[in-house]
Nanobody
Framework: QVQLVESGGGSVQPGGSLRLTCVGS????????VGWFRQAPGKEREGVSG????????YYHRSVEGRFTISRDKEKNSIYLQMNSLKPDDTAVYFC???????????????????????WGQGTLVTVSS
């Protein structure tokens, strides 16, 4: 099964930017929907953004829309999350995740529902504070 490894987390001040990268093994992401999720201490894991395998329209949680941008490079088997205008509430461990989408039907809320994803990276910590 595909394996995912995240990188790019760190500590920044409010208003700063970070770019997260997730690299998958082999070419197994070709038929997978992928997404970014986050979990703050003591809170439930929530979806941040996801992108499917069909027309590849991204979907964003309303809390990050306009600030974060998800993208994928199938040739590099990589997923990216550009995070701008970071806020303290963005502090969390960020995970990339994937699920099989052979019929290219994953879209909208299905791209940020953690219950639908079964392959996860180890997480990378993002801390936003003054």
């Amino acid at each position: 099964q595909v394996q995912l490894v995240e990188s790019g987390g760190g500590s920044v001040q409010p208003g700063g930017s970070l770019r997260l990268t997730c690299v998958g093994s082999g070419r197994m992401l070709d038929y997978y929907a992928v997404g970014w999720f986050r979990q703050a201490p003591g809170k439930e894991r929530e979806g941040v953004s996801g992108i499917g395998t069909g027309v590849n329209l991204p979907y964003y949680h309303r809390s990050v829309e306009g600030r974060f941008t998800i993208s994928r490079d199938k040739e590099k088997n990589s997923i990216y999350l550009q995070m701008n205008s970071l806020k303290p509430d963005d502090t969390a461990v960020y995970f990339c995740a994937a699920r099989r989408d052979p019929y290219q039907t994953a879209a909208n809320l299905g791209l940020i529902n953690p219950e639908l994803f079964d392959t996860w990276g180890q997480g990378t910590l993002v801390t936003v504070s003054s």
